[in-house]
């Protein structure tokens, strides 16, 4: 069974940065993209980045590019989301996931995961 759990969320001001990271248990991890998923309050969850398995290719949405980064360490078992320029409609429960594949083929889908860590709030103040 794998266990993804998110850490580094809280309470910043419009233009400031945070980093969530997410460390997962269980074997493998190296094989397998991951991703970053939010939810606002009253909202779908909507995909926010993913990353291949080897780091290779990353994606994004286009609301977070530029100034959202994911990355990650295999030797840690850990994937990172570096959030810069953060503004007001980025508050949300950020959520890790597992990819069903190595590649980020359909990463925006999230039928294409199926191991989810619980949550991360993010607050951005005005």
């Known amino acids: 069974q794998v266990q993804l759990v998110e850490s580094g969320g809280g309470l910043v001001q419009a233009g400031g940065s945070l980093r969530l990271s997410c460390t997962a248990s269980?074997?493998?991890?190296?094989?397998?993209?991951m991703g970053w998923f939010r939810q606002a309050p009253g909202k779908e969850r909507e995909f926010v980045a993913a990353i291949s398995w080897n780091s290779g290719i990353t994606y994004y949405a286009g609301s977070v590019k530029g100034r959202f980064t994911i990355s990650r360490d295999n030797a840690k078992n850990t994937v990172y989301l570096r959030m810069n320029s953060l503004r007001p409609e980025d508050t949300a429960v950020y959520y890790c996931?597992?990819?069903?594949?190595?590649?980020?083929?359909?990463?925006?889908?999230?039928?294409?995961?199926?191991?989810w860590g619980q949550g991360t709030q993010v607050t951005v103040s005005s």
């Open positions: 269980g074997r493998f991890f190296g094989s397998y993209a």
């Open positions: 996931a597992r990819s069903k594949t190595p590649s980020i083929v359909a990463a925006t889908t999230q039928d294409n995961y199926d191991y």
